[in-house]
């Protein structure tokens, strides 16, 4: 038998391991990815709003008051209404981690491996995104539950017939933002229901992808920022598309590398969170048309650290956020899924 270093007591008893100081390998996290939660870091994808709820306007009715006319024809003058609000609601959401001073004076150089404060917020902060993920997927899971910020699901909703029929959440009879789709017809999103990944499939996508290029008749302010459209799904369906793509010899909108297949200069994007999901959807996300909008001052903000009631010498960091998903636009946006 070798001898090695475990085997000389006096280099065990004198010499210190490699410490690998300073990092630290997350194996904690049980979601792959979280590409919800980190749309959150991209400026565009946020705004800042102060008010008692989140209101946006919308147009609901072409007026019909243009017409073609003749000479010397009597005008007929009536004001429509059309303007109408939705409204959605703030959700607060709250991170935080405590720790023993003592530990703070014991984890001091030299004998620091880790700064274990960096630690704790670290894991506080793995907690906040994978809260956020969940529910960006998912949203609030009963009509009683008014604590979970809306997801997808809130905004864009499956149907079992091709076209503009996703409605209303069924958690939420007064539809999106306090809108029922039966009384708005147009405040719907566009679905498919589809059975295999297959050329059809590919079809039913291009047609959702045109059928939700939206565009006003004449120059009007939008929340619509432009944003380029993603795509998302189940490993399932990317892994369908890709073996469809690799199959097929032509370039019709859709390229294939050895990680991403992309549609229209999109990539279509695994999120680990919807594999629980059977009816395998995909989502078409127009990022123009959503916004995570923040209270003013309530982003990320740190309180403490400060003494623990009851523990004198323990001390406790918060970390808060007031914010919501917002949709301005639902047929800007469509998803597919199986029955």
């Not at 004998?111 to 506080?124: G, K, S």
């Not at 929340?223 to 459209?229: F, I, P, Q, R, W």
């Not at 395998?280 to 048309?289: Q, S, V």
């Amino acid at each position: 038998m070798a001898t090695q270093a475990e085997n000389l007591a006096d280099l065990v008893a004198l010499t210190l391991a490699e410490l690998g100081k300073f990092k630290w390998t997350d194996i904690a996290s049980t979601l792959q990815s979280y590409p919800f939660a980190r749309k959150l870091l991209v400026k565009k994808a946020r705004k800042t709003l102060t008010g008692k709820s989140i209101q946006f306007n919308l147009m609901s009715k072409e007026a019909n008051l243009a017409k073609w006319v003749g000479l010397y024809e009597a005008d007929n003058y009536y004001r429509p209404d059309g303007a109408i609000q939705g409204t959605v609601p703030w959700r607060h959401g709250n991170a935080n981690f405590v720790i023993d001073r003592r530990e703070i004076a014991m984890n001091a150089d030299p004998a620091q491996i880790v700064d274990l404060v960096a630690f704790e917020r670290a894991q506080a902060m793995s907690a906040k995104a994978k809260l956020i993920e969940i529910a960006g997927w998912g949203g609030p899971t009963s009509a009683s539950d008014d604590k979970t910020m809306f997801g997808f699901p809130y905004w864009i909703q499956p149907n079992a017939t091709t076209g503009f029929n996703g409605g209303d959440n069924s958690y939420f009879a007064a539809g999106p933002a306090g809108l029922a789709s039966a009384t708005y017809a147009n405040w719907k999103n566009y679905t498919i229901r589809y059975s295999a990944v297959d050329a059809a499939f590919l079809d039913d996508i291009r047609k959702a992808a045109g059928y939700t290029e939206w565009e006003p008749p004449v120059e009007m302010p939008q929340y619509d920022t432009g944003e380029a459209v993603e795509l998302y799904t189940t490993w399932t369906c990317r892994k369908g598309l890709v073996n469809l793509l690799e199959s097929r010899n032509d370039n019709l909108g859709w390229s294939l590398d050895d990680r991403d297949p992309v549609f229209q200069k999109s990539k279509i994007l695994w999120v680990p969170r919807l594999d629980s999901d059977a009816t395998n959807p995909l989502y078409g996300i127009n990022w123009g048309t959503f916004k995570f909008v923040f209270l003013k001052g309530e982003n990320m903000v740190q309180t403490g650290p400060r003494p623990v009631p009851g523990m004198h010498v323990a001390v406790a960091t918060d970390i808060d956020w007031s914010f919501n998903l917002v949709c301005y636009d639902r047929r800007k946006n469509w998803m597919a899924n199986t029955a």
